[in-house]
């Protein structure tokens, strides 16, 4: 135990963030493809383990660094976006808080698909728009790719088995 947390510490934290950080650039060193075509989208789930990531002993400056990884991956695939493309293509990441596990880079390769996206107002799903004085990227210090714009919704989840209640912050291609 950490004397001063209390808290078990993770063993090899460093490894598995390089891990991680190495597998999030491989996955984005290309710009993608519809995962199936016409769907209008691609996403990638983050290649981290969720028992490492979301765990209670794992330091918030490791949390910082996962966001700002995802963050310039979601910059990096921007920057490979083709310019001649005749589609409005979107790069847009999310940010699941408390659970990071949850976060994932989505590239959305038309309005359509992407207008409807953000319209979560059921009785299973719902998000809230935060109020405008919040600013993750400000809380956080983080350093956002040039361009990127961000979102941060209050979102409940609700069904016969399970119930959860967080925050998700979208960064990218929003406006």
Known sequence: MNGLTGKKKIRGARRKMTGFISRLMSETERFPEEDRPGC???HLHMPVS???IDSTST???TRHVFIQAVLDAAGKLRDLKST???RKIRIVTSISLPCLFDSQITVFFDDK???TFFDRDSSEQRWTALPANRDLQKELSLKMPEGL???GFHES???EDYSFEGEVWFFGELA
């Open 84 to 86: 001649d493309e005749k």
């Open 149 to 151: 714009q961000q979102k």
């Open 157 to 159: 989840v609700s069904d």
């Open 113 to 115: 698909y992407f207008s």
């Open 40 to 42: 209008g989208y691609w």
């Open 50 to 52: 969720k028992l490492f």
């Open 59 to 61: 330091p918030l400056s």
